[in-house]
């Protein structure tokens, strides 16, 4: 039987990172953040997702090919936390039914099942908790949020204040990554969590 484990933080905590530990170690990897870039960066057409999306914002969203201009996009939502609400609305019920289907669809290694990490940025936020058996939460500090994002500082705290607080994440966690000590700290934990997921 698998175990289906969460894996969240914030903007720059570096989950990616961590979901690339996992992995390596084994882990089969669902990445929520790949599945909303595919659906916004589909063609626009039909009742699809990204039709939806500039059916609520509009056109002025749109970049030179016609597409959906996600730095524009996310202008929009992180200065406006109702905007940001409302694309929340039309993309996580389709998110998380994609999440399921691969989930469901995921192959076992061996006869004890595998390990699936859905790295999801807000799992918490979309009440995608339901989902999964553990939650792994990647916790550093904000000024490391900060340095680390390629965002101005302006629109890194924007980010961040849009989202859950990773304290308050914490408090959903089965095992808390703290992720401010570098890469081989990071990994010694990461190694310790396979452990016990693996018993």
């Known amino acids: 039987m698998s175990i289906i484990v969460g894996l969240t933080g914030g903007i720059a905590s570096g989950k990616d990172t961590v979901a690339v530990m996992f992995k390596k170690l084994g882990a089969e990897i669902i990445d929520a953040d790949k599945i909303a870039n595919d659906l916004i960066n589909a063609e626009i057409s039909g009742d699809n997702i990204s039709t939806k999306i500039v059916g609520f914002f509009g ?35 389709e998110i998380i039914r994609i999440i399921k289907e691969e989930i469901a669809s995921a192959t076992p290694r061996n006869d004890e099942g595998n390990i699936i990490i859905v790295n999801a940025p807000l799992i918490v936020e979309a009440e995608a908790i339901s989902l999964v058996d553990k939650l792994i939460v990647v916790s550093v500090s904000m000024e490391n949020q900060i340095a680390r994002s390629s965002l101005t500082k302006e629109e890194a705290c924007r980010r961040i204040n849009a989202q859950l607080s990773i304290k308050e994440k914490e408090k959903f966690a089965d095992f808390v990554i703290d992720n401010n000590n570098g890469l081989k700290e990071t990994e010694r934990q990461v190694k310790k969590i396979w452990k016990e997921l693996c018993i």
């Open 59 to 93: 056109k002025d969203i749109l970049n030179n090919s016609g597409g959906i201009d996600k730095k524009r996009l996310a202008d929009i939502v992180f200065k406006d936390r109702k905007k940001l609400e409302s694309l929340n609305r039309i993309t996580h019920p």
